[in-house]
């Protein structure tokens, strides 16, 4: 008994030591310590008020079929932005060159010293969201004023993402003014309708620069934020850069019945509706893989050895605890989506009649796919954990699989997450997995250094405001998102 007790305690003190080892064995944290000064010459009350007068100009983007009243009014409006663009970027405009894309997008190219290096691109896009029809008496300020008021610019578009089309332009206006040329040529794109798909702008644009055989430095688009107090045990903000995206793929499942009177129906399984809900139900009951790898191991790697003593002896030993940290994270939905492809439920059509079998029934189910899956993996894991012949599993169109990963240990991701670290004080910076969808998987063909970034701090209320009521962004937050954009041109243009 006594050399079991030994044993046991000999297991458990190596179990500790491991432990331990692998806490105290972390390296240091990387972030910079010091107070970050604004470059000269950027002016967050011009950035402003620059912010303010896009805002004011509703370039919404409308599905086909539209009305087309509707779809006139923001046409209209992509035309005014664009003459906005011209009168208050003098200096852009006289030194850049329009390259002719069709529609309201807009390519811009700055001539760099040695057009025999690969450019680079910086992109966001000028389209927004429409808002939910009465919800404006909701909003602080109108949704299309543009109001700068508490110091804040308000309205919709702010977070996304003309607020860091306002940043890209000041940065640049401002480097060119003080006799800045970037030593290769770099690309401004400004789609006009990314949140619909892209179709007609940047796939449009990354389709011309193909033709024309340009191959690409690095790419800079939207996606992750500086977040401030939403990594557990993290002091410091977190700088999330989106290195890889999740595919997409939407699904219809539809079965069909005998119709007739409700009074008298079959099995519930045997009824349209009821075999699609059982057909729903086991995809639920079937859910994908759910892991630590590729973007998502990076994440957790990165800000590991910032956290709090008790968090980083689990996180640094997920060998052990990774189930424990699992089970958490997929307690929440943003957690849940960074581990496997994720299953939503979004559409259901069926019946015309309480008292009448729908002889039809159909359900659409969105899926975002994660780097570790395919669509023809997934599309095999559906129709096995349904196993029923009867309910047909058709491909919407827009089907892609997950991108390309960016490589974390290049040189190039390497000085853009300096660049971070230079332009934003206390600030760690972690790579991970970009769940929705942006118009940067259009340039996968033309660079291998794809990073989904928007310079812009975000509070945990602010992601809330995306596409939702009193979308705004601070002032000081588009000073500072500017001052990252000079120091990138300045940086990686080299």
């Known amino acids: 008994m006594k050399r079991l007790f030994l044993t046991l305690l000999s297991a458990v003190l190596i179990l500790l030591a491991i432990v331990l080892g692998r806490t105290l064995l972390q390296p240091a944290a990387q972030f910079n310590p010091d107070p970050v000064a604004r470059p000269a010459g950027l002016d967050p009350q011009r950035a402003a008020e620059s912010l303010s007068a896009a805002i004011r100009l509703p370039t919404i983007s409308h599905q086909i079929g539209a009305p087309a009243a509707q779809q006139a009014a923001s046409n209209a409006a992509f035309a005014a932005l664009e003459r906005w663009l011209q009168e208050r970027y003098p200096h852009l405009v006289a030194t850049a060159l329009r390259e002719e894309i069709k529609g309201p997008s807009?390519?811009?190219?700055?001539?760099?010293?040695?057009?025999?290096?690969?450019?680079?691109?910086?992109?966001?896009?000028?389209?927004?969201?429409?808002?939910?029809?009465?919800?404006?008496?909701?909003?602080?300020?109108?949704?299309?004023?543009?109001?700068?008021?508490?110091?804040?610019?308000?309205?919709?578009?702010?977070?996304?993402?003309?607020?860091?089309?306002?940043?890209?332009?000041?940065?640049?206006?401002?480097?060119?003014?003080?006799?800045?040329?970037?030593?290769?040529?770099?690309?401004?794109?400004?789609?006009?309708?990314?949140?619909?798909?892209?179709?007609?702008?940047?796939?449009?644009?990354?389709?011309?620069?193909?033709?024309?055989?340009?191959?690409?430095?690095?790419?800079?688009?939207?996606?992750?934020?500086?977040?401030?107090?939403?990594?557990?045990?993290?002091?410091?903000?977190?700088?999330?850069?989106?290195?890889?995206?999740?595919?997409?793929?939407?699904?219809?499942?539809?079965?069909?019945?005998?119709?007739?009177?409700?009074?008298?129906?079959?099995?519930?399984?045997?009824?349209?509706?009821?075999?699609l809900s059982r057909a729903l139900q086991r995809m639920a009951d079937t859910p994908f893989k759910r892991d630590f790898d590729g973007p998502t191991a990076a994440l957790l790697e990165s800000f590991t050895p910032a956290q709090s003593f008790g968090y980083r002896v689990i996180f640094a030993n997920l060998w052990l605890f990774g189930p424990l940290v699992a089970d958490q994270l997929a307690a929440t939905p943003a957690g849940a989506a960074q581990m496997q492809t994720s299953i939503a439920p979004t559409m259901l059509r069926a019946g015309v009649k309480d008292n009448v079998l729908a002889p039809v029934a159909r359900a659409t189910v969105n899926i975002r796919i994660h780097p570790r899956d395919t669509i023809d993996e997934v599309l095999a894991h559906v129709r096995h954990s349904i196993d029923d012949d009867q309910v047909q599993v058709k491909v919407m169109p827009a089907a892609r699989n997950p991108s390309a990963v960016s490589d974390i240990n290049g040189e190039t991701y390497r000085r853009f997450a300096d660049v971070i670290r230079q332009s934003f004080s206390q600030t760690l910076v972690s790579p991970n997995l970009t769940v929705g969808a942006t118009d940067a998987r259009y340039y996968e063909a033309l660079t291998e250094n794809v990073f989904r970034f928007s310079p812009l701090l975000m509070e945990k209320e602010d992601l809330g405001r995306m596409h939702a009521t009193n979308e705004r962004v601070a002032i000081e937050h588009l000073g500072n998102a500017s001052g990252f954009y000079y120091r990138l041109l300045q940086t990686l243009t080299d």
């Open 106 to 275: 807009i390519l811009l190219r700055w001539p760099g010293k040695d057009r025999q290096l690969p450019p680079a691109l910086l992109m966001a896009h000028s389209d927004v969201v429409p808002v939910t029809p009465g919800t404006e008496k909701d909003w602080n300020h109108p949704p299309f004023s543009g109001a700068i008021a508490e110091g804040f610019v308000w309205g919709r578009g702010a977070i996304d993402s003309k607020g860091s089309m306002v940043a890209m332009l000041e940065a640049v206006e401002t480097l060119i003014s003080q006799g800045f040329q970037p030593q290769r040529d770099v690309f401004l794109a400004f789609g006009h309708d990314e949140e619909i798909g892209g179709l007609q702008g940047n796939k449009r644009i990354a389709h011309y620069l193909q033709e024309k055989g340009t191959r690409l430095a690095w790419v800079s688009d939207e996606g992750g934020f500086v977040v401030r107090g939403q990594i557990p045990g993290v002091k410091q903000d977190v700088a999330v850069v989106g290195i890889a995206e999740k595919g997409y793929l939407s699904l219809i499942l539809q079965t069909t019945a005998a119709g007739g009177h409700s009074s008298q129906p079959p099995a519930f399984n045997e009824t349209a509706v009821g075999r």
